[in-house]
């Protein structure tokens, strides 16, 4: 066997023990020796943001989401636009991103940052990732320990978003190749659209399901009739297309299987939740968490632990922001 050859067989099999070095980072207590404390400060700090206004979970949770699934979770998403680069957060995907998501993060990286041992030794993107864990329980969720070793990545531009983000018009299989590009899969993807247990969406997403859904049916027959009604009361054509509607009409504000619920009762508000029941394939899940809330906490706690491993940057590929909006 030739040296070339040898070289080859070894690389391979280092890749075999190690399909992701950057995952091998991660590990919970990462900042033991650096920052002990930093997930108590993290958690006061997102507490702290929560009283003042409920929209801090939500839009926490949607930014970790958008933030990991483009590039990979570096809190690319909370770089600002300067000069010449429209960055991330400007593209129209994430436009709707809601301010109180990247204040939250803002305002846990000062918290952290203020105590000496700990300044610039802590990545936003572990932030985000601690602080999306506690906006979760905040809201009734399960707590789950979080991976931690991220570093901040080192670019962030409007054009790496498109064709990365989940639509509201998505059919199943659309849904199961974009999250599978991710290496996650249909059970992850349901438990993770499980979420939208909160937060809500805007009256143009779901427009077409009741005024104009197809020739035969204005309003899309997957919906209750009931439910579509109260929809067009709330959305009346030619409203404001930015006005907010509750992604779950019975607990919005309480992290709970209930989406699935209302899934089972054509209460689902976006095509790309309600395909989740009327699809066979997955019908069975959305049936099982239904009925069993901590079943589909435990996926959903999987479900996030695999997300946030997604395109994690170490070594020369990232650093530690010292402001989260800007590259050092």
């Excluded at 070339?4 to 099999?13: F, G, R, S, T």
């Excluded at 839009?59 to 000069?83: E, P």
């Excluded at 041992?117 to 601690?130: E, G, H, P, Q, Y």
């Excluded at 969406?201 to 997957?222: E, G, L, M």
């Amino acid at each position: 066997m030739g040296r070339v050859m040898i070289i080859q067989v070894l690389a391979l099999c280092s890749l075999l023990v190690f399909p992701n070095l950057a995952v091998a980072q991660l590990k919970q207590n990462y900042y033991a020796n650096v920052c002990p404390n930093v997930e108590t400060i993290v958690r006061k700090a997102v507490t702290t943001k929560f009283r003042q206004t409920f929209v801090t979970v939500p839009g926490t949770l949607r930014l970790f989401f958008h933030d990991c699934f483009v590039q990979g979770c570096d809190a690319s998403v909370m770089v600002a636009s300067s000069g010449s680069n429209t960055a991330e957060k400007d593209h129209p995907d994430n436009l709707s991103l809601a301010g109180d998501g990247f204040d939250t993060v803002i305002k846990a990286k000062a918290a952290v940052d203020a105590v000496a041992s700990c300044r610039n030794k802590v990545s936003c993107a572990d932030i985000l990732t601690m602080a999306t864990r506690d906006v979760i329980v905040l809201a009734g969720g399960p707590s789950y320990p979080v991976e931690l070793g991220r570093l901040d990545g080192l670019s962030s531009t409007s054009a790496s978003v498109g064709g990365k983000l989940p639509k509201p018009n998505m059919n199943l299989d659309q849904l199961n190749a974009m999250f599978a590009a991710n290496g996650l899969t249909q059970a992850d993807m349901i438990a993770l659209s499980g979420a939208h247990t909160l937060g809500f969406s805007h009256c143009d997403q779901f427009a077409n399901r009741i005024y104009n859904f197809s020739k035969q049916n204005p309003v899309d027959p997957t919906l209750d009739p009931s439910y579509a009604n109260q929809l067009k009361q709330q959305c009346p054509k030619n409203v404001d297309p930015n006005i907010a509607i509750n992604l779950d009409p019975s607990t919005p504000r309480i992290f709970d299987n209930v989406y699935y619920k209302n899934l089972q009762q054509g209460k689902g508000l976006l095509t790309s939740d309600q395909v989740l029941f009327t699809d066979s394939r997955s019908k069975q899940t959305v049936i099982s968490w239904a009925s069993n809330a901590q079943a589909f906490n435990n996926a959903f706690i999987a479900a996030m632990t695999k997300l946030g491993r997604v395109g994690v940057k170490t070594g020369q590929n990232g650093n530690i922001r010292r402001d989260c909006a800007a590259f050092n």
